[in-house]
């Protein structure tokens, strides 16, 4: 019946249904192109978005060394590894003092224990690799310092979990991709204790149940 009807069609209705065929299926392959595009595009704006800040270039370039190349990448992650230590080892003495509650006294722990032990290796590190070391806290660090020593109470516990909790999160991205891509045995050796260290710390840091998550973000003030 129905090869019938068909052959009873004009040339003409036959010409216009081919033609709607033709145009519907090429409605459809434009929606299917367009649809991954724009997905891919989400992602890739997320992963831009989650990506570590790119490191300080201090021109020395890709350094020879019996460990393997020395990038400024690699160098710039050491130097702020003994950043970190510069100003969360005395937070973390801070902390055992005036916490008053035992998961801020035991983050303090933790940060005194992890960093003394990083900073040993950090130093090591510096040395074999004549790579030249900050000896005090960056500007901001001691900024974060200053807000502590000058809140008081539940203020500061609250501070303290805030600022160390983000300074946290905000290295643990650089750890892993300097674990991922360094060539030199000694960077890629700090690059695994500083990763399980800073793990660590956000652990003891979360347990507080002090943290903001929302907080986070670069686009919070960290002491709100």
């Not at 033709?22 to 891919?40: G, S």
């Not at 590190?125 to 901001?140: C, E």
């Amino acid at each position: 019946m129905r090869r019938r009807n068909t052959r009873g069609w004009s040339t003409a209705t036959r010409y216009s249904i081919a033609s709607a065929v033709v145009i519907t299926a090429l409605a459809l392959t434009l929606i299917a192109l367009l649809v991954p595009v724009d997905k891919f595009g989400s992602r890739a704006n997320a992963a831009t978005a989650a990506a570590p800040a790119p490191a300080d270039d201090d021109g020395l370039g890709t350094v020879s060394t019996a460990f393997g190349p020395l990038t400024a990448a690699d160098r710039d992650f050491v130097r702020k590894v003994r950043l970190a230590g510069l100003w969360e080892l005395p937070a973390g003495r801070q902390a055992q003092q005036r916490g008053s509650r035992p998961a801020i006294r035991t983050a303090g722990d933790h940060l005194v224990d992890g960093h003394t032990e990083l900073d040993r290796q950090v130093i090591q590190v510096g040395q074999a690799l004549g790579i030249d070391l900050p000896n005090q806290p960056s500007a901001q660090q001691q900024d974060w310092l200053g807000q502590m020593n000058r809140a008081k109470g539940e203020e500061y516990e609250r501070l303290f979990a805030q600022l160390l909790r983000r300074a946290h999160g905000k290295v643990f991205s650089l750890v892993a991709a300097i674990r991922n891509q360094t060539r030199n045995s000694m960077v890629r050796a700090l690059a695994t204790s500083a990763n399980a260290t800073v793990l660590d710390h956000i652990t003891v840091l979360e347990d507080t149940g002090l943290v903001d998550f929302d907080g986070l973000s670069d686009n919070v003030p960290p002491t709100k």
